[in-house]
């Protein structure tokens, strides 16, 4: 349960950790990329909300009840899907300065600077855009039989449920990339380390979702995650 509640704690830590000498001129262009992915997000959630909600909820009027909950729920994931499908878009865009940022953390909080990080943006441009699609696939491959099972009446709330914990999931393979990238840790024994954590896992994608939902901080969410995931790399994962 502690393991738990810090993994929760760590991306508001990690809000603190951007903010430190050394660290602003790194988060910058990450801060901008969020800040243009969330004002799309905030334009195609507007505009397509109404619809959906629309088609997927009942309209018979004895039903009014049941359709407040089922709003309330539907709103929760359909917010959720698109939060996580832009940030896997900003990740994209911004992944080779996440990896810098994920470096320049490391080396601020033990001294030495990760072996296998780039040195250059341009050199870290290619690893981390094969990363960012492979992230990619590993959602598509989970997240859309969630969604067509999130279509059958009935599995609703179930599967609404199971994508909140995957949601959480992706977002710490997201983030947790970064720092295990700069070690050389493919993607099979960076998510074999996150199951050996797992409680602390899902936890931390639970505050990194936390701070993408409040206004004005969720523009710093991005590098937020990843210098609480260099910490998490650090302090926790690292020595499994």
Request: net charge positive; hydrophobic share 60%; no cysteine.
């Amino acid at each position: 349960m502690i393991a738990a509640v810090r993994g929760f704690l760590l991306p508001f830590q990690g809000l603190r950790l951007i903010l430190s000498p050394g660290l602003r001129r790194y988060v910058l262009i990450p801060l901008l990329v969020n800040l243009l992915i969330f004002g799309a997000l905030a334009y195609f959630g507007a505009t397509y909300f109404e619809h959906f909600m629309n088609r997927w909820l009942p309209t018979q009027s004895w039903l009014e009840f049941v359709r407040w909950i089922l709003w309330l729920l539907f709103a929760a994931v359909y917010a959720l899907a698109l939060f996580y499908g832009f940030t896997a878009i900003a990740n994209l865009i911004g992944s080779p300065f996440n990896a810098m940022l994920a470096a320049k953390v490391e080396e601020k909080l033990t001294g030495t600077r990760p072996a296998d990080a780039d040195e250059s943006l341009l050199k870290a441009v290619g690893p981390a855009l094969l990363g960012e699609i492979g992230k990619l696939g590993y959602l598509v491959s989970r997240a859309a039989p969630l969604l067509i099972l999130f279509l059958i009446p009935g599995l609703n709330i179930v599967v609404s449920v199971a994508w909140l914990l995957f949601g959480f999931w992706f977002l710490t393979i997201e983030y947790a990339d970064y720092p295990m990238g700069n070690h050389a840790l493919k993607a099979r024994e960076q998510r074999a380390r996150l199951r050996r954590n797992r409680l602390q896992s899902l936890a931390f994608g639970a505050g990194v979702t936390v701070i993408m939902l409040i206004p004005v901080l969720q523009f710093a969410a991005m590098p937020a995650a990843v210098a609480a995931a260099t910490r998490l790399w650090v302090d926790d994962l690292k020595a499994t």
